[in-house]
């Protein structure tokens, strides 16, 4: 076998983030989150590997004061998942 090696490929969790049932967020306090954002609204196309949908979790930070050092995550604790695993996600920053 070559330098590569290949493993069978079986998704094992998916979201689309229209709802926040299972997720935890964690934040500072000039942030703020809105899952189930319909972000064609803001001229976003659909997500080039979801469902065609534009339906996601929006996150914005520095609401208030532009520059700070903020943080925010979405954050499940429902599921252990043990192995090797790849995280995939479709993501547009600003």
């Known amino acids: 076998m ?6 069978a490929q079986a998704q094992i969790f998916f979201d689309n983030m229209s709802n926040s049932a299972n997720w935890t967020i964690r934040q500072d306090a000039d942030t703020s989150f809105q899952f189930g954002c319909n972000y064609s609204q803001d001229g976003l196309p659909p997500a080039p590997s979801g469902s065609g ?3 996601g979790l929006k996150f914005e930070v520095n609401n208030n004061f532009p520059g700070a050092v903020n943080q925010i995550a979405a954050v499940r604790f429902d599921s252990a998942y043990t192995g090797q695993y790849t995280v995939r996600a479709d993501i547009w920053l600003n």
Request: no cysteine.
């Open 53 to 55: 949908d534009t339906i």
């Open 2 to 7: 070559g330098p590569f090696v290949s493993f």
